[in-house]
Nanobody, 128 residues
């Protein structure tokens, strides 16, 4: 099993930036990809960004394209989410997740059912 720990959340003003980190440990070699999801109060968990650990495949939700960037450092077993031009509607708990199987479509990369390991989440609050 893969263990995931997120960090980097906090309170930021609209227009500001944050970088979230997700440190992975355990059977990291069993994962094909990583993703970021978020859940706002009273809403379902939604896809934010995903990447394949081998290759350059990236996928983003329309709401964060251009503003957010997912990246990884294999030496550190860490995945990042750089968030720029933050908006109040980005306020949510952000979760990191690991995907064991290779997928080939953006839709599959954004499907939370494809992920079998989740972190505890980190709160991001954007004030207006």
């Amino acid at each position: 099993q893969v263990q995931l720990v997120e960090s980097g959340g906090g309170l930021v003003q609209a227009g500001g930036s944050l970088r979230l980190s997700c440190a992975a440990s355990g059977r990291t070699f069993s994962s094909d990809g990583m993703g970021w999801f978020r859940q706002a109060p009273g809403k379902e968990r939604e896809f934010v960004a995903a990447m394949s650990l081998i290759g350059r495949s990236r996928a983003y939700a329309d709401s964060v394209k251009v503003r957010f960037t997912i990246s990884g450092d294999s030496a550190k077993n860490t995945v990042y989410l750089q968030m720029n031009s933050l908006k109040p509607e980005d306020t949510a708990v952000y979760y990191c997740a690991a995907r064991p199987q290779r997928v080939t479509t953006n839709q599959a990369m954004g499907d939370l059912r494809k992920y079998n390991a989740w972190g505890q989440g980190t709160q991001v609050t954007v004030s207006s």
